[in-house]
């Protein structure tokens, strides 16, 4: 299995560009979201989903889109990048942990910069 | 949304030593799960230790310890016998159930394990 994965590792962006961030796991997970990681402040939820075909916001969705049309894939829409989305970005997949003794999966985190 | 404080931003301990560090939550929920995760500086977020609400029995992952004071909202990580490789930061994370696998994570503390 390769877990969670996500591409790019790295990305610089202009202010007012848009891109996709790329998530992608192959455990047959549910659930899966997206954070970001400032430094100082801990992890922060952006979007999640609990099935394909099922978003919803977390703390912080502003300027970000999500869509699931899969269960392996979750990719991250900046429709419009400002400075302020200058963060590491983490995915993170899992099953219902309700029910199971287990955890989130994270990726490997994507750095992005909005110059 | 839920908040998690994590007061030690910094910590340092002798290798072969015991460090305990510290995180407190804020909830009305009577049913919820704590986690610890560790980020080495490959940015990688790797599950320490998972405690749910319900037990009263403290979770314990080989050298890796809770101290959970369910009436104090407290959740302390103790480590045992510190390793060079513990070297990282401590993120500390709540989980309110049936709720997409959101989780809250503190500001994290940052260990250094000195040889």
């Known amino acids: 299995n390769a877990g969670v994965t996500q591409t790019p590792k790295f990305q610089v962006l202009k202010t007012g560009q848009s891109m996709t961030l790329q998530c992608a796991q192959d455990m047959n997970h549910e659930y899966m979201s997206w954070y970001r990681q400032d430094p100082g402040m801990g992890l922060r939820l952006i979007h999640y989903s609990v099935g394909a075909g099922i978003t919803d916001q977390g703390e912080v969705p502003n300027g970000y889109n999500v869509s699931r049309s899969t269960t392996e894939d979750f990719p991250l829409r900046l429709l419009s990048a400002a400075p302020s989305q200058t963060s590491v970005y983490f995915c993170?997949?899992?099953?219902?942990?309700?029910?199971?003794?287990?955890?989130?999966?994270f990726g490997p985190g994507t750095r992005l910069t909005v110059l | 949304a839920q908040t998690v404080t994590q007061s030690q931003p910094e910590m340092s301990v002798q290798e072969a030593e015991t460090v305990t560090l510290s995180c407190t939550y804020d909830t009305s929920e009577s049913n919820y799960y704590l986690f610890w995760y560790k980020q080495p500086p490959s940015r990688q977020m790797i599950l320490v230790i998972r405690?749910?609400?319900?037990?009263?029995q403290n979770a314990t992952e080989n050298r890796f310890s809770v101290n959970f004071q369910k009436a104090a909202k407290s959740f302390s990580l103790k480590i045992s016998d510190s390793q060079l490789g513990d070297t990282a930061m401590y993120f500390c994370?709540?989980?309110?159930?049936?709720?997409?696998?959101?989780?809250?994570f503190g500001t994290g503390t940052s260990l250094t394990v000195i040889p």
């Open positions: 994370a709540f989980m309110k159930p049936f709720t997409g696998n959101q989780f809250y």
């Open positions: 993170a997949s899992s099953y219902s942990l309700e029910s199971s003794t287990d955890t989130q999966y």
């Open positions: 405690q749910e609400a319900y037990k009263q």
